[in-house]
């Protein structure tokens, strides 16, 4: 049974960084479509950031510039390093696998992801 799980949330300044962690339990995410999504109360969960097999990543347009996604596929963790954060970008955090290849190589939907963690709380404030 793959497990993801996140960690590295917590509550920040505006302006400030984290770094998220996504650990799997087996599954080689050098291999397959990771991302990271988040979902603010009262609003739809929405992605964040992708990384391709091949380490090709795509952003949401909200996070460009400011978020990076990568891989360390020795120890098959995925991090999100996110500067320069604001309070908009508060919301659980969670990281997704798409083994099926549904996102096509691109951030996608949250319907193209068979596998989800628990989530990680990102707290911005002013």
């Known amino acids: 049974q793959v497990q993801l799980v996140e960690s590295g949330g917590g509550s920040v300044q505006a302006g400030g960084s984290l770094r998220l962690s996504c650990t799997t339990s087996?599954?080689?995410?050098?291999?397959?479509?990771m991302a990271w999504f988040r979902q603010a109360p009262g609003k739809e969960r929405e992605g964040v950031a992708h990384?391709?097999?091949?380490?090709?990543?795509s952003y949401a347009d909200a996070v460009k510039g400011r978020f990076s996604i990568s891989q360390d596929g020795d120890k098959d963790i995925v991090y999100l390093q996110m500067n320069n954060l604001k309070p908009e970008d508060t919301a659980m955090y969670y990281c997704?696998?798409?083994?099926?290849?549904?996102?096509?190589?691109?951030?996608?939907?949250?319907?193209?992801?068979?596998?989800w963690g628990q989530g990680t709380q990102v707290t911005v404030t002013s």
């Open positions: 997704a696998a798409d083994s099926f290849g549904l996102s096509g190589g691109k951030l996608g939907s949250k319907e193209d992801y068979n596998m």
């Open positions: 990384i391709d097999g091949e380490g090709r990543t």
């Open positions: 087996g599954y080689p995410v050098s291999r397959y479509c």
